[in-house]
């Protein structure tokens, strides 16, 4: 190999520079500090909202999780740190549009609280983010997707790819497209991050033109890390033809 050579393959190793600029809104995110998986600071939170910002985004839905056994969060806790997040924003001169849904976690409880009639945190109107376990099949999961359209509610189903139990049950995928639920991709699905068989089913479900939305789902500088890797997918170009619901929101 001449030095030539070597000079062309370093070239073609360096990643185009990641921008989303053409999704607008990102609509999945953990960057409330302290009360989930996601950003440990306010620290932490300014610096990702930074990346995100330089990405090109111009609006951030933020998506902390409610989960019944884990993470008892509630629209006064969620609204009380994104208030924080704003100020410490604004204190270090970062203009970002931010907001605050939730991701909730579909359980019996979860139910209980669309029966009710409780109020839900959206992520527009009335779209709201849901997940399940990743590994088993929810029994009442169509039930509660009914429950929520007889309340008034538009289920967003985060990362489907992600769920094993759907990349086996095509009975139920078809199920889910028959009812026209909203399905939320992770960008990071397409770089191979969490697995080969996610990628390969994210895949499919672009190209069955089944995604409605994308998100970073971001919870630390990790996933911003290799979310910079996007670029290189070949699925990169044809995520951006599709007509999502981000820019929307």
Partial sequence: MGLLDLFKRNKTDISEELSLKWLEVDMHS?????????????????????????????????????????????????NLGLEDLKLGLKNQGIEMEIEAAAEYYLDEIFLEKVQRGDKLLTVHDNLVLVETGFINRPQMLLEIFFAMEM?????????????????????????????????????????????????????MLVDENRVKFFGTDCHNHRYLDMLESLPSSKYFDKIQQLDLINKSL
């Fill in 30 to 78: 953990h960057l409330i500090p302290g009360i989930d998986d996601g950003s440990k600071s306010l620290e932490e939170s300014i610096e990702l909202v930074k990346r995100l910002k330089g990405y090109g985004l111009r609006k951030l839905v933020t998506t902390p999780h409610i989960m019944s056994e884990f993470y008892r969060n509630t629209p006064e806790i969620i």
């Fill in 151 to 203: 309340s008034g509610y538009k289920p967003i189903f985060a990362h489907p790819e992600r769920y094993q139990y759907l990349i086996q049950d095509k009975k139920l995928l078809s199920d889910l497209f028959d009812r026209e639920i909203y399905f939320q991709i992770n960008l990071l699905s397409l770089t191979g991050f969490y697995s080969k068989p996610v990628k390969v089913f994210a895949e």
